[in-house]
């Protein structure tokens, strides 16, 4: 589609329609679950750790920053959130030493504990570091939430709760579009609503 875009102009609409057509094709019922996790892990003390890589990553310190400061900011009532991406130091020493597919799954092992809840975010669903992270937080009483797009990938099988923003392969940039305005409809959400 964006190959028959003449001019800038053009292409601006196209990748606009193409995004909206993408966040209009996301099951509702998904992120009503994930709200509810989100919501009963605060009420029990539960830490939510996010994770990703590229423009992911981003995602993930993104949606850990603002559900943090932004839901409830003038209480002591906020989410326990942390990015697994965040700690550049200890990140790449896990990927020297151990192999980047550990970086995510070597954190969890140290500071998971069970029923925290642990967010891969993945536009293709497929990405090996996440994999092993839900594997091991599912095996250990984790409640896993995936985030993802194409046609899901592996993670979608494998996260408890997953929401799917359909999409063509290979299309990251409308993909990780829909999953930072995701964070911004559950964040702005359960701020205004006073959950």
Do not use: W
Request: net charge negative.
């Amino acid at each position: 589609m964006f190959d028959n875009s003449k001019s800038i102009e053009q292409y601006s609409k196209d990748y606009s329609d193409y995004l909206h057509s993408i966040l209009q094709k996301a099951d509702s019922k998904p992120i009503s679950a994930f709200v509810g996790v989100l919501l009963k892990a605060r009420q029990d003390g539960r830490r939510i750790f996010f994770m990703g890589n590229g423009g992911s990553a981003s995602t993930a310190s993104h949606f850990a920053a603002d559900l943090c400061k932004n839901v409830s900011p003038d209480t002591k009532d906020k989410f326990r959130t942390m990015s697994l991406v965040d700690n550049s130091a200890l990140a790449t020493a896990l990927a020297n030493d151990l192999g980047y597919e550990n970086i995510f799954v070597e954190q969890l092992s140290a500071m998971m504990e069970k029923g925290d809840v642990v967010v891969g975010i993945s536009a293709s669903g497929n990405s090996k570091n996440i994999l092993k992270a839900v594997e091991y937080a599912n095996s250990n009483g984790g409640i896993t939430i995936g985030i993802v797009g194409f046609d899901g990938g592996q993670l979608k099988k494998e996260a408890m709760h997953c929401i799917h923003f359909p999409s063509y392969s290979g299309e990251y940039g409308p993909v990780e579009d829909a999953h930072i305005i995701l964070n911004h409809i559950i964040v702005t959400y359960l701020s205004f609503s006073k959950k």
